[in-house]
């Protein structure tokens, strides 16, 4: 009897992906076409480039559809190699684009590309492939966990510099996860953890504007026309939604009040236009694709596919631990970290390389279920 051959697009994951990018762009519009009109003249600004973002993610998405996975695990060094000089790039003068006292952004042409949003891909990747290539050391010798950590901080270093305090805190927690998964010990990884800790607070106390922020997060009401600004304007759009919400296209802190609407602070703008109601929607859609990814990476693992396990497990933590931070942000849980909201914050280099990364996991879940080596 023959098999049936699985499907390379598993509807089970893309449609909540699809709904959650309808989202998307419903709410880049909604939260930006006041400011759009007031700097560009063109309400539809950021919408338009929005989109031209997402073609470009759908043709970069059906490339790495047809990727081998055992691409990955051959060259994932030279990936990550890679997008760390793009990254190191990024902090030399001239290169690097300054915004808002960060040096995040590579001007090449007229394309404007965000290193970081690279690396958050192709450093998990290295580490999935390092702990199926070296996993007998990762789980026996002292030596085969020194090279993950000394890798990951130096990562981590150059997007401490740039200053991204936010992107170093998720690529620090994958990595440990990652590792976990792939073998290190608890002890050895307190290591990690201790070394994530010294950066964060090194970061805080070094940075005035940080460290007010985070001395500030205690009491939000104390300073409401200056460090407290950004998150009271929040937490009134995320509560004055209700049970049903002011409506699509409705909200009233776009109008000035609330900065970065379309982007880190998208989230905000949902709930008062959609209330309790479109938060049920969005948590569904998120339910969704965490069952079904760790449902994905579990019959992977029992399937002896420990590579393809890795890759999911992976972007699952990307995904759900970016997406916890920037709503805990917009709730007011912890403090304002400039976290995007992914698949649906404004971000051209941030919308392609999500649908890059969703590519190599349908990718990794197609090839186990086929029984692809």
């Given amino acids: 009897m023959i098999n049936k051959k699985e499907n390379l697009f598993d509807l089970t994951l893309l449609v909540p992906f699809m709904i959650i990018t309808g989202i998307s762009l419903i709410f880049i519009y909604s939260s930006s076409n006041v ?8 309400p539809f600004f950021f919408l338009q480039r929005q989109i031209i973002a997402l073609s470009i993610s759908m043709v970069a998405c059906s490339i790495f559809l047809f990727i081998p996975i055992s691409f990955y695990k051959e060259n994932g060094l030279i990936l990550l190699a890679l997008s760390s000089i793009l990254l190191g790039l ?7 684009q300054e915004v808002n006292g960060a040096r995040r952004w590579l001007a090449i042409g007229p394309i404007n590309i965000q290193p970081s949003e690279i690396i958050k891909i192709f450093l998990p990747l290295y580490l999935c492939s390092y702990c199926l290539r070296r996993k007998d050391q990762l789980e026996t010798s002292v030596k085969g966990f020194i090279k993950p950590i000394v890798v990951t901080t130096l990562i981590a270093l150059l997007l401490f510099l740039e200053p991204d305090y936010g992107n170093t805190a998720i690529l620090f927690s994958i990595a440990i996860c990652i590792l976990f998964i792939g073998g290190a010990k608890i002890s050895q990884l307190a290591i990690l953890t201790i070394i994530f800790f010294i950066f964060l607070s090194v970061a805080i106390y070094f940075n005035p504007e ?9 009491n939000p009401w104390d300073d409401m026309t200056g460090s ?6 929040a937490l ?7 049970i049903s919400g002011l409506g699509i296209g409705e909200s009233t802190q776009k109008y000035f009040f609330l900065p970065e609407a379309h982007t880190d602070f998208i989230f905000s703008i949902y709930l008062e236009e959609t209330g309790a109601i479109g938060f049920l929607i969005l948590f569904s859609c998120y339910l969704v694709i965490l069952w079904r990814l760790f449902k994905l990476a579990e019959n992977a693992k029992n399937q002896n596919y420990f590579f393809n396990s890795l890759i999911i497990t992976s972007f699952a933590l990307l995904f759900f631990v970016q997406t916890s931070l ?14 995007t909201l992914p698949f649906i914050s404004y971000g051209r280099s941030s919308v392609i390389m999500n649908f890059i990364a969703l590519a190599i996991t349908l990718r990794a879940s197609w090839e186990f279920r086929n029984k692809i080596k």
């Fill in 236 to 242: 009134i759009a995320s509560v004055q939604g209700g």
């Fill in 326 to 339: 920037n709503i805990f942000v917009n709730l007011g849980v912890i403090p304002t970290k400039g976290l």
């Fill in 228 to 233: 407290d600004y950004q998150l009271i304007n």
């Fill in 210 to 218: 940080r460290l007010d922020r985070v001395l500030s997060f205690a």
């Fill in 35 to 42: 400011i759009a009109n007031a700097d560009f003249g063109n």
């Fill in 90 to 96: 990024v902090l030399i003068p001239g290169f690097g």
